[in-house]
């Protein structure tokens, strides 16, 4: 009983961060990140999710490494760390709607105070995997070309939309 308790709860977190990550692909938030949470979790129970996760999670280390192979790009990287930090910081404040906005008054700042905590929690979220791709891949060629042998081994083996 209790197995299948564990099965039933692991799989609706894993449909709940799968839906939110496609909200979240639209509104502000990790929506990407959620959803490639959201298909480990399933593939445990799903092969097609399992089919799934492997080429997500080399895509995102493929990414991860890119992201901190020149300075322009953590630099860039961390500025937009901090205009999203900034975004939240408007959404918080609820600023009266700027004369110069020329739409209806309910779309300034939709959201409020939650889509202000999303925010920021995307904030920390990029700040946290920018920490981590640099002490992993920064200056490291050798792990760097391990992530890219084992995408051409992938990609010869099989293609992501493949069975």
Avoid: C
């Avoid at 959803?35 to 480990?40: D, F």
């Avoid at 939709?110 to 920390?124: E, R």
Wanted: proline share 4%; glycine share 10%.
């Amino acid at each position: 009983m209790r197995g299948a308790a564990k099965r039933i709860g692991l799989e609706l977190v894993g449909w709940v961060l799968v839906l939110g990550g496609i909200a979240a692909i639209i509104l502000p938030g990790p929506g990407l990140l959620m959803i490639a949470g959201g298909l480990v979790l399933l593939s445990q129970q799903y092969e097609w999710a399992e089919r799934r996760v492997d080429p997500i999670k080399r895509e995102a280390m493929r990414g991860a490494a890119n992201s901190v192979e020149t300075w322009p790009r953590i630099v860039a990287t961390a500025l937009m760390a901090v205009l999203i930090a900034a975004a939240g910081v408007l959404w918080w404040m609820q600023p009266a709607v700027a004369d110069w906005w020329p739409f209806r008054d309910s779309w300034w700042l939709p959201g409020g105070k939650a889509t202000s905590i999303s925010q920021f929690l995307s904030a920390i979220i990029v700040v946290a995997l920018l920490v981590w791709s640099y002490r992993k891949f920064h200056g490291k060629a050798d792990e760097i070309a391990r992530i890219e042998a084992q995408a051409k081994e992938d990609d010869e083996r099989e293609s992501f939309w493949g069975s």
